[in-house]
Nanobody
Framework: EVTLVESGGGSVQAGGSLRLSCAASGYPDAMAWFRQTPGKEREGVAFIYRTTGGTLYADSVKGRFTTSLDNAKNTLYLQMNSLTVEDTAVYYC??????????????????WGQGTQVTVSS
């Protein structure tokens, strides 16, 4: 069983930065960040594979967002820079044991954080 506890959401003006944290219990192979706005499906934002540290990003955040994993603290981070109003959403961290498939498939993740609101104003 893996428990994920997120922190770090909030409000920021466009062009600003925020860092989200996700403290994990257990050591799942793969962790990811998703986001969701009302009426829309959960969207994969960033992914990291624990063993290699390899990362993947949604096209919409490439070059602006960076995910990292501090193994000593067992905490996942999402550094978000150059935020736009389109980044406004509830952000979730997620974890799974890796067995292939599309990293951004939310249905494949077994464990989820509680979500944290990120609001970007113009």
């Amino acid at each position: 069983e893996v428990t994920l506890v997120e922190s770090g959401g909030g409000s920021v003006q466009a062009g600003g930065s925020l860092r989200l944290s996700c403290a994990a219990s257990g050591y799942p192979d793969a962790m990811a960040w998703f986001r969701q706005t009302p009426g829309k499906e959960r969207e994969g934002v960033a992914f990291i594979y624990r063993t290699t540290g390899g990362t993947l990003y949604a096209d919409s955040v490439k070059g602006r967002f960076t995910t990292s994993l501090d193994n000593a603290k067992n905490t996942l981070y999402l550094q978000m820079n150059s935020l736009t109003v389109e980044d406004t959403a509830v952000y979730y961290c997620a974890a799974r044991e890796w067995n292939g498939g599309r990293w951004s498939n939310a249905d494949a993740y077994n464990y989820w954080g509680q979500g944290t609101q990120v609001t970007v104003s113009s």
